[in-house]
């Protein structure tokens, strides 16, 4: 089931929440809504479930207009951020909820909820209470709750967001094995350029009630189309600089605060794994900096470097290895120079 | 900065520990001596005054006498009725003020606080003003056939309007702390407004429910001033039983009203104790919808 929203928009009082987006889903295609908080992410997720009402604009499921029909008779499945399981009833009872409304047949209602329960991998705990559920398991009962009774569409508001670093980590891998599966349209919502990364097709990027970026999600790490998604998708460097035949120079470093402000002209963006520790001064277009800390993560160590002056710092990526070849110790005195670098059209604000 | 308020800090919780033994004693007994002289005693002498003559002349001076009777069946019968309407009313007004936004909440939540703020003879003088024979509403619903004034259908608007607030302030602050996404997950799983009100809104709020009723009834069934507005004060007719209480006070007639104090006495006690023990069987549930709410956020 393909979804298509239309130039829909959305105001709380004078809080503009969706500034006229249109977004196209395609059938049995896993999308991602990443954006900062505030960015309209969740109510454009509300406004495609039928939590929301558009002020304007329209949404269709495949052929059929949406816009005005109420949550009830849209057949979504709808997993909430704080997963809203009812706490005064069982596991087995939340998830046959939506079948029973429904006037399913009991024994079908107890035959839906059994294959249910094994997708989850939660059989045995059919009697249990929320309350007596971890986190992760709260989730999958939510999700298995969503999904009884055959939707058209899956919606997640926030489906990591509660969860700690592994339980969120094996749910990701979970959710996306569960997709392959089933193939249902799905939309997610998440501040987490990780958790896009990890799960979805495609992701979408929003700000300030704008979509700012729609692609793959190697597409939009490695073409940002502005300056916003490059800084929103990853750490990045931000140093005073220019390209000359598609290299970036960098003349000098940008004092703190600057590097979320946009609109500044003159600036490069350049990912820490795209600048190199040089141990002498190498051609023009590279700073000198001091190593001011070192941090293993994983497959990669992260150099932290203060500028001569103390005042602004950057960090480079290195491979284990090539860190390895030649160590470094803090306080040592090197170059920074940028493999690649990229520039960005300041944007003008009305 | 931080090292300096846990050393300050430190020294504090030392010293409360260590407050001299005789100022921990004469705290606990000016403590203990204000609640055995304020409340423990005279709730005492109302059950020692109550069976001074034996429990056999207690039954009956309770139930002996024709007015008592008539006044334990009239409390019977008008405490439920105002728990009723109130239920209503609660849930109903709980539901507004908890999940919707609209023009006069603020007022609406101001009224409900109105009873408790209120002295009770105002209410039994605007329901006399109103339902009176030269009020707004008496003349047309006497011609209609049904006496308010005087009669039991004043004494239930009379409890109910002073017992208004209990149930309500019950159930907001619950309804606004488990918020309206489980309602919206049942209404995305298909539910009309009804099932949604019956299978989750009503369950959800059944703790709050019971907690406020148990309140709304002791209040009711106590209720003097404004009853005592509307009342007839005719012994035997339309007489609630703390009016009957004061009757047989105001004509010496000792231990008959001490007896029949000893029943309101001993509803209090009991409805408190209900509390507690309600508070201690949902006290492990709170905790854990707490940790619920708590990891969620």
């Known amino acids: ?350 | 900065m931080k090292p300096d308020t846990s050393t300050a800090a430190q020294p504090r919780r030392q010293r409360a520990a260590q407050d001299p033994l005789w100022l921990r004693v004469l705290l606990t007994s000016i403590a203990l001596a204000i609640v055995g002289i304020l409340i423990f005693l005279p709730i005492l002498h109302v059950f020692v005054h109550a069976f001074s003559e034996g429990p056999f002349r207690y039954f009956e001076h309770l139930f002996g006498d024709s007015a008592n009777r008539d006044a334990i069946l009239t409390t019977l019968s008008v405490a439920p009725r105002a728990v009723i309407l109130n239920l209503v009313f609660g849930v109903s007004a709980a539901w507004l003020i908890a999940r919707f936004r609209f023009p006069g909440r603020t007022l609406l939540l101001t009224m409900v606080d109105l009873p408790f703020a209120i002295s009770p003879v105002v209410v039994g003088l605007a329901l006399v003003l109103l339902y009176g024979n030269q009020g707004l509403l008496g003349p047309r619903l006497s011609s209609a056939g049904i006496t308010v004034l005087f009669n039991t259908p004043a004494l239930v608007l009379a409890t109910t309007f002073v017992t208004l607030p209990f149930i309500v302030r019950e159930l907001i602050p619950l309804m606004e702390s488990v918020g309206p996404d489980e309602e919206l997950a049942a209404l995305s799983l298909g539910a009309s407004g009804w099932q949604m009100f019956w299978l989750v809104t009503l369950p959800g709020l059944r703790l709050g429910l019971l907690y406020g009723i148990i309140l709304c009834s002791a209040r009711a069934v106590g209720e003097f001033g404004a009853v005592y507005v509307v009342s007839g004060r005719i012994a035997g007719r339309g007489q609630t039983i703390p009016l009957r209480v004061e009757q047989l006070f105001q004509q010496y007639q000792s231990p008959a009203d001490f007896a029949l104090a000893s029943i309101l006495t001993g509803i209090a006690l009991a409805s408190l104790f209900a509390r507690r023990l309600l508070e201690s069987a949902s006290g492990p549930r709170k905790i854990q919808s707490a940790t619920t709410s708590g990891d969620a956020a």
């Open chain 1, 1 to 350: 089931m393909s979804i298509t929203v239309q130039n829909v928009s959305k105001s709380f009082g004078s809080f503009k929440a969706l500034d006229r987006v249109s977004i196209e889903v395609p059938s049995g295609c896993l999308v991602a809504l990443l954006g900062p908080s505030g960015s309209g992410k969740t109510t454009l997720l509300r406004v495609i479930a039928g939590l929301e009402s558009a002020d304007e604009g329209m949404v269709r499921y495949r052929e059929e207009e949406v816009t005005e029909t109420p949550v009830q008779h849209r057949q979504v499945g709808f997993v909430f951020q704080h997963y809203a399981l009812f706490r005064h009833m069982t596991v087995f009872e939340n998830i046959a909820f939506g079948l029973r409304v429904r006037r399913w047949a009991n024994d079908k209602v107890h035959q839906r909820v059994r294959e249910l329960l094994h997708l989850i991998r939660l059989e045995g705990l059919d009697q249990r209470y929320p309350s007596q559920l971890s986190g992760g398991q709260r989730q999958r009962v939510a999700l298995a709750r969503a999904l009884a009774s055959e939707p058209r569409v899956l919606l997640l508001d926030e489906p990591f967001g509660a969860l700690d670093a592994k339980v969120r980590l094996e749910l990701r891998q979970w959710l996306r094995r569960l997709h392959d599966q089933i193939h249902l349209t799905s939309i997610f919502v998440t501040h987490d350029q990780e958790d896009a990364f990890a799960v979805s097709d495609k992701v979408v990027v929003m700000r300030q009630g704008k979509i700012e970026q729609v692609g793959a999600p190697v597409e939009v790490f490695e073409h940002p189309a502005n300056a916003f998604v490059m800084d929103f998708l990853g750490h990045v460097n931000v140093f005073k600089g220019h390209l000359r035949d598609g290299r970036p120079v960098l003349t000098g470093y940008l004092p703190h605060g600057v590097a979320n402000n946009f609109s500044t002209p003159g600036v490069v963006f350049v990912r820490p794994h795209e600048l190199e520790i040089r141990h002498e001064q190498p051609e023009e277009g590279a700073l000198p900096a001091k190593v001011d800390h070192l941090h293993p993560s994983g497959s990669a160590i992260r150099i932290h470097l203060r500028s001569p002056c103390g005042e602004s710092s950057c960090c480079v990526e290195l491979g284990v290895d090539a860190y390895q070849n030649r160590p470094l110790a803090v306080g040592t005195s090197v170059w920074v120079a940028p493999r690649r670098g990229r520039v960005f059209e300041p944007e003008y604000s009305i």
